[in-house]
């Protein structure tokens, strides 16, 4: 598709509604507690503050300003504005849209039928055993392909009439969701023991490398940076915005939600008295440890738990709907498909490579650790490296049109240069450690 043909975003809300509704996802809270839960709370949280405003801000502004300035989808941005010898880490944007998008949809499938279930029977009482009975297998996997085809469907529609009209119908209601949760939690009884351990720091975790890692794969995962997902949607933006304006706007949103997610979560585990299932099961946490809340609460359990799931629907929907806009604007600009057959062909495919994560936890925790940890981080550094180096001063132009001021554009270009690729080095070289050591328990 030709510039002068490009689908733009509609509204003046429609850019900032869709990104957000990208970032705030399972990531802010199934992801996001498990990962504060298995690296000691309040430690944890620091770390993913300090590295949401020093590295994810940075390339969060990087990606919107390879999007705008190119008006391409990832591979064609990399190549505009770089040569073709970019294309093969475009081709890795691609590759983790894919590979994310698989799992995610499964624990989006997870979500969907807690949330019907909540509606017609409510959350059953050994809510373990209930997990482990429909989180792998065929009901899993029949979940995620009617995820699946919801996602695909959105996609289908466009841009303004597709995603946009879902995002600005969806998110203020996920916002009002998780405030009204937020506010609720206050009032149970025992519920400060949960906000002292979410909010209580002991500084020596800190120091620890695998902590630093997680938070810095945790912060790329919730801004849904590294992957090209917040660069799609700036493609289709006027020059009009003020991008570091936006980052902020997106960045704040999407910290604040995981914040508030966590208000919810951890006084409610806490006060009902089912925090050792925290730290026994991890990625199914918030699936087990929530549902036994909710369920022990009685007829409010079911509503509130009813609400909760809902929120995570929307969350999940929106966010999953950017990983596949990555992958169908490719297959639009690069391929020259038609957007409906792009959306249902690849949404297609990405369901077929999601079996395998519907049929076993350890593929998909496999598959998280890999696409969520190691691929977006190495994303993110590419992204830095580019927009740092190889577009330097160019990009500090971009980032003024439509009234990005200078000062902040240099300190940004600085950061891009010179704090954000050592701190992902590091933090790629712990993850490579992490998934090889893996890859090597699940093969053994
Ligand atoms: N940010 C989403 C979440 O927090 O759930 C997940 C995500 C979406 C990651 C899009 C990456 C991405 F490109």
């Known amino acids: 598709m ?219 995962f919730s801004l849904s940076l590294g992957m090209g997902a917040i660069l799609t949607y700036a493609s289709y933006l006027g020059r009009d915005r003020n991008l570091p304006k936006e980052a902020l706007l997106v960045a704040a949103s999407d910290f604040g939600v995981a914040f508030i997610a966590g208000m919810v979560v951890f006084p409610l585990v806490f006060a009902l008295g089912v925090q050792g299932d925290v730290s026994a099961s991890t990625l199914g946490a918030l699936f087990v440890t929530l549902p036994k809340a909710f369920a022990q609460m009685g007829g409010i359990g079911r509503v509130i738990g009813g609400l909760f799931m809902l929120a995570l629907v929307v969350g999940a929907l929106t966010s999953a709907i950017s990983l596949l806009e990555v992958v169908v604007s490719s297959a639009i600009d690069g391929l020259g498909w038609a957007r409906r057959s792009a959306a249902w062909v690849c949404g297609g495919a990405i369901a077929l490579l999601g079996v395998p ?32 180096w190889r577009l330097g001063e160019r990009a500090l132009e971009e980032g003024e049109v439509g009234g990005g001021n200078r000062a902040v554009l240099r300190l940004w270009l600085f950061m891009l240069r010179f704090v954000v690729p050592p701190v992902l080095l590091i933090v790629l070289w712990y993850s490579l450690k992490e998934s090889a050591a893996l890859v090597i328990k699940l093969f053994s």
Do not use: C
């Open 2 to 220: 030709s510039n002068g043909t490009r689908e733009h975003w509609s509204g003046g809300l429609g850019f900032t509604l869709a990104a957000v509704g990208s970032a705030v996802g399972l990531g802010n809270m199934w992801r996001f507690s498990y990962m504060a839960a298995e690296n000691g709370g309040g430690a944890f949280v620091f770390l993913y503050i300090v590295l949401t405003a020093l590295v994810g801000l940075p390339v969060m502004l990087a990606e919107l300003t390879l999007g705008r300035g190119s008006q391409k989808s990832p591979i064609q941005a990399l190549v505009h504005y770089g040569g073709d010898a970019w294309r093969p880490l475009g081709a890795l944007f691609v590759a983790a849209g894919f590979v994310i998008l698989a799992y995610y949809s499964v624990i989006s499938g997870w979500t969907v039928r807690y949330a019907v279930e909540a509606a017609l029977t409510g959350f059953p009482q050994d809510a373990g055993a209930h997990f482990g009975a429909i989180a792998s297998g065929y009901p899993a996997v029949a979940w995620h392909l009617v995820f699946m085809g919801l996602v695909s469907f959105v996609v289908s529609g466009g841009i303004a009439s597709g995603i946009e009209r879902v995002s600005v119908a969806l998110m203020p209601l996920l916002g009002v969701l998780v405030l009204g949760l937020a506010a609720y939690v206050t009032t149970l009884d025992g519920a400060g023991e949960g906000y002292r351990y979410y909010l209580t720091t002991d500084f020596r975790e800190v120091l620890d490398f695998g902590v630093l890692k997680d938070a810095a794969g945790q912060a790329f």
């Open 357 to 388: 994560a519907g049929m076993s936890l350890d593929a998909l925790g496999l598959m998280d650790q890999i696409g969520g940890n190691l691929l977006l981080v190495l994303g993110g550094l590419v992204l830095s490296l580019f927009v740092g």
